[in-house]
């Protein structure tokens, strides 16, 4: 069981750059989730997914874009990115609404 | 909005010392509060979880104490060690409203 997943591990964008961040999970749950984490910060919710097909906003969604087409991946892409959008990323997963998270290990995005 | 305020935002204990961490919510529908520890480099990961049905939840040096009618929770970590240095994030859930992560807190355990 690789758990969660995510490449790359790191990456530098120009301003207006776009790219997208992966995330695939192996342990069949529904509910996916990304997160930012800025330094000294807490966990920002960007998007999440119920299951295949059904995505909605966080806290923090602009700027961003998600798909769910399977159980498994959960794509994050950056649009026209900022250095506003310079965080670290994190993807998680859980087999119900309010259960157990299991997180990535990140993906240390710089914006210059 | 709602909120899950964690204090302190770092906190540096001897070897052997105790660590405390406090967390208050204020959603009363929330009913599951875990504590997720994230080394550097890496993301956090479940440490140990408690339901407002207990007061208290020990597993090995960490212990969770919750009071409901305060609407709060900490973490205790007995006989720290350097190994606990990390960041230690609570959290709270329940009621079909999304998890609420606490800022989290910088531990460092000196030797």
């Known amino acids: 069981n690789a758990g969660v997943t995510q490449t790359p591990k790191f990456r530098i964008l120009k301003i207006g750059q776009s790219m997208t961040l992966q995330c695939t999970q192996d342990?069949?749950?529904?509910?996916m989730y990304w997160y930012r984490q800025d330094p000294g910060m807490g966990l920002k919710l960007i998007y999440y997914s119920v299951g295949a097909g059904i995505t909605d906003k966080g806290e923090v969604p602009n700027g961003y874009n998600v798909s769910r087409s399977t159980t498994e991946d959960f794509p994050l892409r950056l649009e026209l990115a900022a250095p506003s959008q310079t965080s670290v990323y994190f993807c998680?997963?859980?087999?119900?609404?309010?259960?157990?998270?299991?997180f990535g290990p990140g993906t240390r995005l710089t914006v210059l | 909005q709602q909120q899950v305020k964690q204090s302190p935002q770092s906190l540096i204990v001897q070897k052997g010392g105790i660590s405390i961490i406090n967390c208050a919510y204020e959603?009363?529908?929330?009913?599951?509060f875990p504590w997720y520890q994230q080394f550097p480099g890496k993301g956090p990961a479940l440490l140990i979880a408690?339901?407002?049905?207990?007061s208290e939840k020990k597993e090995g040096r960490f212990t969770i104490s919750f009071n409901k009618s305060a609407k709060q929770f900490s973490l205790h970590i007995m006989d720290s060690q350097p190994g606990d240095s990390a960041t230690y994030f609570c959290?709270?859930?329940?009621?079909?409203?999304?998890?609420?992560f606490g800022a989290g807190t910088r531990l460092f355990v000196k030797a």
């Open positions: 959290a709270a859930n329940g009621g079909g409203f999304k998890t609420i």
């Open positions: 959603n009363t529908a929330f009913d599951y």
């Open positions: 408690i339901r407002p049905d207990v």
């Open positions: 342990m069949n749950h529904n509910y």
């Open positions: 998680a997963s859980s087999l119900t609404w309010g259960d157990t998270q299991y």
